[in-house]
């Protein structure tokens, strides 16, 4: 059991004043038995009503609405949560998850439909033929697969962090041999998918114990918001599978929310205009996550 806080800050810097469209923001996690919110708070300049729902994947989402136009908007979301989790998951999960291949009942296949079913079919030769390179006799546990997959996205691509918006296709993190932690979790999801798992895109926050003992290995994805991947094992549930760390089912991942495609995991989405027009001169975001007393 760790107890953590959480501080997210957005800011968006115009040349000149705009007006605001709708945002929504995906910033707040949902309680389950492995997370328990103890307390949070979100600050929005300038002043917006803020009416919160969930999508259709029960994300909690904050929708935004704006009374004034300004030339900066500041987000500003503060956490403190207790996330539960098991102390060696993986012999754990093992005695439950089946075998390769997988297979799931008939009611699981209507539920995991669009999971199961690989988002950007023009990728696929690219990435069942870098399976067929990393993976060429698969394990017969699903377990043992999916671990060797991660291990194999790990190993094979160098992180690099970009400024520009959006992920990479599976085929472009293949060719250029780099990527993001998004970039990682989204080929590690396709290749999940071409290999018969359901599997969706998970946004969230990493906390990194070397942070915080200023001393070992540091982590990969820390001081901004983090992406992995989420895939259901018959028997197991859905598991936590982090590429980019070499990390599964790990406590220090913090789950905010889960989709079906990384575009629909926007952390702060939304649109804004001027008369004569405008553009956005800078975005600054700034993650910390710390274990609290």
């Given at each position: 059991?760790?107890?953590?806080?959480?501080?997210?800050?957005?800011?968006?810097?115009?040349?000149?004043?705009?007006?605001?469209?709708?945002?929504?923001?995906?910033?707040?996690?949902?309680?389950?038995?492995d997370m328990r919110i103890l307390d949070s708070?979100?600050?929005?300049?300038?002043?917006?009503?803020?009416?919160w729902s969930y999508d259709t994947f029960g994300?909690?989402?904050?929708?935004?609405?704006?009374?004034?136009?300004?030339?900066?908007?500041?987000?500003?979301?503060?956490?403190?949560?207790?996330?539960?989790?098991?102390?060696?998951?993986?012999?754990?999960?093992?005695?439950?998850?089946?075998?390769?291949?997988?297979?799931?009942?008939?009611?699981?296949?209507?539920?995991?439909?669009?999971?199961?079913?690989?988002?950007?079919?023009?990728?696929?030769?690219?990435?069942?033929?870098?399976?067929?390179?990393?993976?060429?006799?698969?394990?017969?546990?699903?377990?043992?697969?999916?671990?060797?997959?991660?291990?194999?996205?790990?190993?094979?691509?160098?992180?690099?962090?970009?400024?520009?918006?959006?992920?990479?296709?599976?085929?472009?993190?293949?060719?250029?041999?780099?990527?993001?932690?998004?970039?990682f979790a989204f080929l590690f999801m396709e290749?999940?998918?071409?290999?018969?798992?359901?599997?969706?895109?998970?946004?969230?926050?990493?906390?990194?114990?070397?942070?915080?003992?200023?001393?070992?290995?540091?982590?990969?994805?820390?001081?901004?918001?983090?992406?992995?991947?989420?895939?259901?094992?018959?028997?197991?549930?859905?598991?936590?599978?982090?590429?980019?760390?070499?990390?599964?089912?790990?406590?220090?991942?913090?789950?905010?929310?889960?989709?079906?495609?990384?575009?629909?995991?926007?952390?702060?989405?939304?649109?804004?205009?001027?008369?004569?027009?405008?553009?956005?001169?800078?975005?600054?975001?700034?993650?910390?996550?710390?274990?609290?007393?």
């Amino acid at each position: 059991m760790s107890t953590l806080s959480i501080s997210h800050l957005t800011r968006y810097t115009y040349d000149r004043a705009v007006d605001f469209g709708p945002h929504h923001l995906m910033l707040r996690p949902r309680d389950g038995h492995d997370m328990r919110i103890l307390d949070s708070s979100l600050t929005v300049s300038p002043r917006a009503d803020i009416h919160w729902s969930y999508d259709t994947f029960g994300n909690s989402v904050a929708l935004l609405t704006f009374r004034e136009a300004a030339d900066e908007l500041v987000v500003s979301s503060e956490l403190l949560l207790r996330r539960y989790g098991l102390d060696e998951p993986l012999p754990r999960i093992a005695r439950h998850a089946g075998a390769y291949p997988v297979r799931y009942e008939a009611d699981e296949r209507v539920d995991l439909g669009p999971l199961i079913a690989i988002d950007r079919p023009e990728d696929a030769a690219s990435v069942t033929g870098w399976l067929a390179s990393v993976l060429p006799v698969p394990p017969s546990s699903s377990l043992d697969v999916l671990d060797a997959l991660g291990e194999a996205v790990h190993r094979a691509f160098a992180y690099r962090r970009r400024e520009e918006r959006g992920v990479q296709s599976p085929a472009q993190t293949i060719a250029v041999g780099s990527g993001t932690c998004r970039d990682f979790a989204f080929l590690f999801m396709e290749a999940a998918r071409a290999l018969g798992f359901a599997a969706r895109f998970v946004t969230g926050y990493l906390y990194d114990p070397a942070a915080d003992a200023a001393s070992g290995p540091a982590m990969t994805g820390g001081g901004a918001t983090h992406a992995w991947a989420d895939v259901f094992l018959p028997g197991a549930g859905w598991i936590e599978f982090d590429p980019t760390n070499r990390i599964v089912a790990g406590r220090n991942l913090v789950r905010v929310a889960s989709t079906r495609t990384p575009a629909q995991a926007l952390p702060v989405s939304g649109t804004f205009e001027a008369t004569g027009g405008a553009s956005c001169t800078a975005m600054e975001v700034r993650v910390a996550v710390a274990r609290a007393p």
